[in-house]
């Protein structure tokens, strides 16, 4: 339980929790009715959660694929909510359980670092740990985005929302980015194709540095007197 909680937050966060935990119940449920859909959705939450993480999203462009990009990203969505959700609930039972414990304890070692290196995340509160989630940035996601949450002071439904966007925002972005290369792939060629990849992956790199910078020097200017 967040200490940062008023009264009707601590109230509302159970019911909101159990209905997305049962929305993705429901979907899972509806999705194993067709057992070619539920192989892929195994499979490729398996190596979302274990190697790939929101890259799993441009296995949709694959011509086999049921999911396409789009139901990946709703993939990697509900995995993202449920993840906070888990944590935010149980935390503390699952920083005892063998072997989880200590991958927990790590994951919140690197959110206070990754929230060290760019303090300007702190100062933005929700947006900050949505960005936090959003940013293809080192040591960031759902487990480090939940935990950069708390140790902000964000309640846990302030927490789970900010989660919640940044992952459906950037799954929505993989996606979209994914079909818009796939519909120039017939006019600019593979070749054409791998450069225009490479310039925009350039670009966000830039974006990501930029981010970073405005976000180290608006902490340094407002700790000098």
Request: with cysteine.
């Amino acid at each position: 339980m967040s200490r940062y909680e008023t009264p009707l937050q601590r109230a509302l966060y159970p019911p909101i929790a159990t209905a997305a935990v049962l929305a993705s119940c429901f979907l899972a449920w509806h999705t194993s009715q067709d057992a070619v859909l539920w192989k892929e959705t195994l499979e490729s939450a398996g190596a979302s959660i274990a190697v790939l993480g929101k890259f799993i999203v441009l296995k949709g462009l694959q011509s086999g694929s049921s999911l396409g990009p789009y139901g990946l990203a709703l993939l990697v969505f509900v995995i993202d909510v449920n993840i906070c959700i888990a944590l935010t609930s149980g935390v503390r039972h699952l920083e005892r359980a063998p072997g989880l414990g200590r991958w927990i304890r790590i994951a919140r070692r690197r959110a206070k670092l990754m929230l060290s290196a760019n303090p300007g995340l702190k100062k933005m509160a929700f947006f900050g740990v949505t960005l936090f989630v959003f940013l293809p940035l080192p040591a960031t996601g759902a487990v480090m985005g939940t935990f950069a949450a708390r140790l902000i002071g964000l309640s846990r439904i302030a927490g789970l929302g900010a989660v919640a966007l940044g992952a459906g925002g950037i799954g929505l972005a993989f996606a979209a980015l994914g079909e818009l290369g796939k519909s120039q792939f017939g006019r600019l060629g593979f070749t054409g194709l791998i450069s225009t990849t490479a310039i925009a992956g350039f670009l966000g790199w830039l974006l990501i540095r930029r981010v970073r910078r405005i976000l180290q020097a608006e902490e340094s200017s407002s700790s000098q007197p």
